[in-house]
């Protein structure tokens, strides 16, 4: 009869788990390949980290803005245009689902006018012109009272908005979507009793841009 003799689990412990040892040389080797990838990827976000577009309000021109007494329903007609500017020289920007739209106090005055996407180069320039309109809007009661004090100053603002996704393009790489968001303040000097053309018109604004 044979003695099978089995090691406790206090035998176990005293032997320890043995690794093999790890080549010095390979993980300096591999430290070293990290540690330069890094710095790589770190001077290129130096070198290409994108500013933000630039975008400026060329002129607006107000053709209507009417208040039904009752039940208080706003229309307007609105045309305006927008310069966008790409700063970056080594960047271009892919803009997708573009919406603008106008607002006074806070309240939404147009139906969204939806732009098409389109590609801008490095520091290139865009036109973009759209007509804004909006029938049986609904607005809050102070509506009529901000308007008529407005008149009564010569003076509006309104709030050209343009708001979407765009993304960043380096060579042949190109990013994830960011939101964008554009807020152009115009101020309109009111030209009351105009037989023809505008009621009133602005030129020049600068926009604040949030991406």
């Not at 689990?9 to 330069?36: A, H, M």
């Not at 809050?140 to 008529?148: K, L, M, N, T, W």
Request: aromatic share 10%; with cysteine.
């Amino acid at each position: 009869m044979s003695l099978l003799v089995a090691a406790s689990p206090k035998d176990c412990s005293k032997q320890g788990l043995r690794f093999p040892k790890l080549n010095k040389k390979l993980l300096y080797t591999l430290s070293s390949l990290l540690i330069s990838l890094l710095s790589l990827i770190f001077l290129l976000w130096l070198t290409l980290h994108p500013s933000k577009p630039e975008f400026y309000l060329k002129d607006t021109a107000v053709y209507q803005l009417a208040l039904a007494p009752a039940p208080r329903l706003l229309n307007s007609t609105i045309q305006t245009t927008i310069v966008s500017r790409n700063p970056n020289s080594r960047v271009g920007i892919y803009y997708d689902r573009l919406r603008t739209y106008a607002a006074y106090k806070g309240q939404q005055i147009t139906a969204d006018a939806v732009l098409p996407p389109f590609y801008q180069g490095h520091q290139d320039v865009n036109v973009l012109s759209t007509a804004l309109s909006g029938t049986a809007m609904p607005v809050a009661p102070s509506f009529g009272y901000e308007v008529g004090r407005d008149q009564t100053a010569g003076k509006m603002y309104l709030d050209l908005r343009l708001d979407g996704q765009l993304r960043w393009k380096v060579g042949s790489w190109v990013s994830g979507s960011y939101r964008v968001d554009v807020d152009c303040v115009a101020v309109i000097v009111l030209r009351p009793g105009a037989d023809s053309g505008p009621m009133s018109l602005v030129q020049g604004a600068q926009c604040s841009t949030t991406v």
